[in-house]
T-cell receptor, first 113, second 114 residues
Framework: NAGVTQTPKFQVLKTGQSMTLQCAQDMNHNSMYWYRQDPGMGLRLIYYSASEGTTDKGEVPNGYNVSRLNKREFSLRLESAAPSQTSVYFC????????????FGSGTRLTVV | KNQVEQSPQSLIILEGKNCTLQCNYTVSPFSNLRWYKQDTGRGPVSLTIMTFSENTKSNGRYTATLDADTKQSSLHITASQLSDSASYICVVTVSGAGSYQLTFGKGTKLSVIP
């Protein structure tokens, strides 16, 4: 029972480099989300996918792109990393948008130098 | 602006003692309120979820209360254990026009010491 799996767990990037954070869930959930968590702040929504084939911007989408590859997988891409994107990134999923509890992954700690 | 304020910011208690964490929100229109536990280096894990009509919900030694009139919630932990050391996050859902939005509090960091 893996739940939500995120890879990698840790990553260091140089400013301007690109990378993709991967997320997969095995619970047959319809909705998936990407959040970032910064010290002293609550989790903030970057992008979400209410169902397979749809994606929408959240509160802080600038500098990111997403792909809902299939029902299981939802990736987050940083095209040109900036130090302001240093954060812990969490992927989450639930059965239907928001009325049901979320299951979170264990996070990706990203440092941009 | 939708806001969720949690207090205290941090708390240290002795093992075996009880504690209460507070959450005040200014979210409208309210849909539901959740409490999550986040261990260091891990993702948040759901403890409880309450809708507008629910006043109290328990999950083992965790009891959450909700007063929708005053827009306040509390999480009471009974007979604390070392494993309760974590951040506790209050999350309120705003609903409207067929969409939903979660507003996260900054969390209360609880340390349980022997």
């Amino acid at each position: 029972n893996a739940g939500v799996t995120q890879t990698p767990k840790f990553q260091v990037l140089k400013t301007g480099q690109s990378m993709t954070l991967q997320c997969a869930q095995d619970m047959n959930h319809n909705s998936m989300y990407w959040y970032r968590q910064d010290p002293g702040m609550g989790l903030r929504l970057i992008y979400y996918s209410a169902s397979e084939g749809t994606t929408d911007k959240g509160e802080v989408p600038n500098g990111y792109n997403v792909s809902r590859l299939n029902k299981r997988e939802f990736s987050l891409r940083l095209e040109s990393a900036a130090p302001s994107q240093t954060s812990v990134y969490f992927c989450a999923s639930n059965m239907r948008q928001t009325l049901f509890g979320y299951t979170f992954g264990s996070g990706t700690r990203l440092t941009v130098v | 602006k939708n806001q969720v304020e949690q207090s205290p910011q941090s708390l240290i208690i002795l093992e075996g003692k009880n504690c209460t964490l507070q959450c005040n929100y200014t979210v409208s229109p309210f849909s539901n309120l959740r409490w999550y536990k986040q261990d260091t280096g891990r993702g948040p894990v759901s403890l409880t979820i309450m809708t507008f009509s629910e006043n109290t919900k328990s999950n083992g030694r965790y009891t959450a209360t909700l007063d929708a009139d005053t827009k306040q919630s509390s999480l009471h932990i009974t007979a604390s254990q070392l494993s309760d050391s974590a951040s506790y996050i209050c999350v309120v859902t705003v609903s409207g026009a067929g969409s939903y939005q979660l507003t996260f509090g900054k969390g209360t960091k609880l340390s349980v010491i022997p």
